[in-house]
């Protein structure tokens, strides 16, 4: 047991074909207004409960939405 790296198990789900899983990075991909915003608060925020302006993270969501042809109504995240 001496040295020894735990690695979390990585689950999959057989998603059906209308299902699409994926992650993002917290970089936007559009040009940011940086006034008076915290850093922690400087990039691609997807939820209410970040602490991020809500203009700022429903348009993360409209601009995810668009890239993936959904509604911003139909993206599910989930929280931990």
């Known amino acids: ?29 559009y040009a940011l207004d940086q006034e008076n915003i915290p850093d922690s608060y400087a990039e691609f925020n997807l939820t209410h409960y970040c602490g991020d302006a809500p203009e700022r993270v429903a348009r993360a969501k409209e601009w995810l939405a668009e890239q993936l042809g959904i509604a911003a109504a139909h993206i599910v995240l989930p929280h931990q």
């Open 1 to 29: 047991m001496e040295n020894q790296v735990l690695c979390p198990t990585l689950l999959s789900h057989p998603f059906p074909p209308e299902v699409k899983a994926f992650s993002t990075s917290r970089h936007a991909p």
